[in-house]
Antibody, heavy 120, light 110 residues
């Protein structure tokens, strides 16, 4: 079974750093892109960026470029999303999803989501 | 504000057919394939339709997708209470060089 399991919920203070993870199993990790999608409370879905674990080729949405870093570790079949300095506006649910191909791919499956709360 | 336009809400009664639209432009829907996602309350999204009209295994044939020009549609026939969810269209935008989602349509089953 193809599965993406994300790390647990996090509560952080503004200015702190954070790295959340997405563990893939049930398929060839280096054969598909992995994407990150943000969903703020009560709002819609926003594509943040996508990485290909085979060579770490990474594409960022202009809205998120420079604010987050997406990475992947082939040895652990895990993708990561990290912040160096969190803001309260980063409070959201973050989903990872397998992405079949660029540009005409689709997200399937999705991880269960990681809730990040940033509050002083 | 998304480059893809979806009505914020839609509704229907059990058994009815409802259609959810997604309007874009030549740089996105007009030149790339559209995918639809369903997000049930409190859960992660799941793919409902990919490549404009294809259904993954496990998705009932009550759900269908179509595309014409710079617009796409998701149709749900034989509406059921469990279809109450948020529905999002998504497509690659060549101008933005990135993937864009519609703002989502909240479907209510009356």
């Amino acid at each position: 079974e193809v599965q993406l399991v994300q790390s647990r919920a996090e509560v952080k203070k503004p200015g702190e750093s954070l790295k959340i993870s997405c563990k893939a199993s049930g398929y060839s990790f280096i054969s598909y892109w992995i994407a990150w999608v943000r969903q703020k409370p009560g709002k819609g879905l926003e594509w943040m960026g996508t990485i290909h674990p085979s060579d770490s080729d990474t594409r960022y949405s202009p809205s998120f470029q420079g604010h987050v870093t997406i990475s992947a570790d082939k040895s652990f079949t895990t993708a990561y999303l990290q912040w160096s300095s969190l803001k309260s506006s980063d409070t959201a649910m973050y989903y990872c999803a397998r992405f079949s191909s660029l540009p005409n791919g689709w997200f399937d499956p999705w991880g269960q989501g990681t809730l990040v709360t940033v509050s002083s | 504000q998304s480059v893809l336009t979806q009505a914020p809400s839609a509704s229907g009664t059990p058994g009815q057919r409802v259609t959810i639209s997604c309007s874009g432009s030549s740089s996105n829907i007009g030149s790339n394939t559209v995918n639809w996602y369903q997000q049930l309350p409190g859960t992660a999204p799941r793919v409902l339709i990919y490549n404009n009209h294809q259904r993954p295994s496990g998705v009932p044939d009550r759900f269908s997708g179509s595309k014409s020009g710079t617009s796409a549609s998701l149709a749900i026939s034989g509406l059921r209470s469990e279809d109450e969810a948020d529905y999002y269209c998504a497509v690659w935008d060549d101008g933005l060089n990135g993937l864009v989602f519609g703002a989502g349509t909240k479907l209510t089953v009356l």
